[in-house]
């Protein structure tokens, strides 16, 4: 959230945020921000081919972490979701559609063996990505409505699978109709 409000003076100033001692810059490779997002009291910039990492320094509102910028865009904002200590979407990384974890500010790859699938989707912008925690176990869920297909990674196991509902109208699967979890006692 910005406003014209110099932070230095206090005063409203229409072109301060234009002028050069505004402390925002563009983001490192230049794309357009896909999603912004607030994790581990950090703010998370994510492009369409980039990530910049943000802290607030006490000073300037906000100042970016030249270390922590990755070259990993992001391909659905609605796929961020955090579990853990960790933050989990699905990205592009080296022209590849891969799902990232963010341990740290560190992206990992964890999509490996449903890589040729998810190379595969025509239509992933819709992404939709949440937790749930079935009997103690972690897990990212990760569905493609376009597709119809759910795909869930249990983080302690490290083992992709994907959920869906049995159709009994035409004796095949179709797609996971969950939404969210919630605990009851």
């Not at 230049?30 to 990530?51: Q, R, T, V």
């Not at 100042?63 to 979407?89: I, K, R, Y």
Request: glycine share 8%; net charge negative; charged share 15%.
């Amino acid at each position: 959230y910005t406003t014209d409000v110099n932070p230095g003076s206090g005063n409203i100033e229409f072109d301060y945020w234009a002028s050069g001692d505004n402390p925002w810059t563009a983001e490192s490779r230049g794309d357009n921000i896909s999603g912004l997002f607030e994790f581990n009291e950090e703010l998370y910039a994510w492009g369409s081919e980039s990530l910049e990492i943000w802290i607030d320094d006490g000073v300037t509102p906000w100042t970016p972490l030249p270390q922590a910028s990755a070259n990993v865009g992001l391909e659905a904002p609605n796929s961020v979701a955090a579990l853990d200590n960790s933050m989990f979407g699905l990205c592009v990384v080296d022209n590849t559609r891969v799902v990232v974890r963010f341990q740290g500010r560190i992206p990992q790859s964890i999509s490996t063996p449903i890589s040729r699938v998810l190379a595969s989707y025509t239509t992933v912008s819709d992404a939709v990505g949440s937790v749930v925690s079935i009997q103690g176990m972690p897990c990212y869920l990760l569905k493609f409505p376009t597709q119809g297909v759910c795909w869930v990674y249990n983080t302690v196991t490290d083992v992709w699978v994907q959920w869906g509902t049995w159709n009994t109208t035409n004796n095949a699967m179709g797609a996971f109709i969950g939404q969210h979890a919630v605990f009851v006692k």
